[in-house]
C-alpha cells in the first residue's frame, strides 16, 4: 500500500511539475512581444518556474522511496509530462504532421519503458 501511494505521490506531483514548467515556458515565449519585454510575462514564467521546480523536488523524495534514484530517468519523468504540457497548453500538437505525432508518442512510450523498468535493473 506504501509503494502504491508513493507512486500516486510521484504521479501527481511530476504531471503538476510538468505543467507548471510548460506554463514557465509558454510565458516565456511571451516575455518578448516585438522585441520588448514584457515584464508581467516575464514575472509569470517565472513563478511558473519556481512552482514547478519545487513540486519536482517534492516528488524526486517519493521517487527515491521507491528505488528509483536514477537522476536520469527521474527528470525524464519530468521531461514527458513538461512535454506534454507545453503540447496542450500552446495548441501546436495539432499542427503537427501524423508522422510528426506518431514520433512524440514513441518517445513518450520508450521513456515510460525506461521508467517502468529502471527499478528491475538495480
Known sequence: ??????????????????VMDARGFVY????????????????????????GIS??????RFMQSMGLNAVALQSAIWF???????????GTVVQWTRLQQLVALGV???L??????AHEAH
Not at 513540486?55 to 524526486?60: D, E, Q, S
Open 108 to 110: 513518450i512510450a520508450g
Open 28 to 51: 516565456a515565449g511571451r516575455a518578448w512581444p516585438g522585441g520588448n519585454i514584457d515584464w508581467t510575462a516575464v514575472g509569470q514564467s517565472m513563478l511558473a518556474f519556481f512552482a
Open 80 to 90: 514527458v509530462a513538461t512535454a506534454i504540457g507545453i503540447a496542450a497548453l500552446d
Open 112 to 117: 515510460a519503458w525506461l521508467i517502468t523498468t
Open 55 to 60: 513540486l519536482y523536488i517534492g516528488a524526486v
Open 1 to 18: 500500500m506504501k509503494s502504491f501511494l508513493s507512486a500516486i505521490l510521484v504521479l501527481v506531483l511530476t504531471v503538476t511539475s510538468g
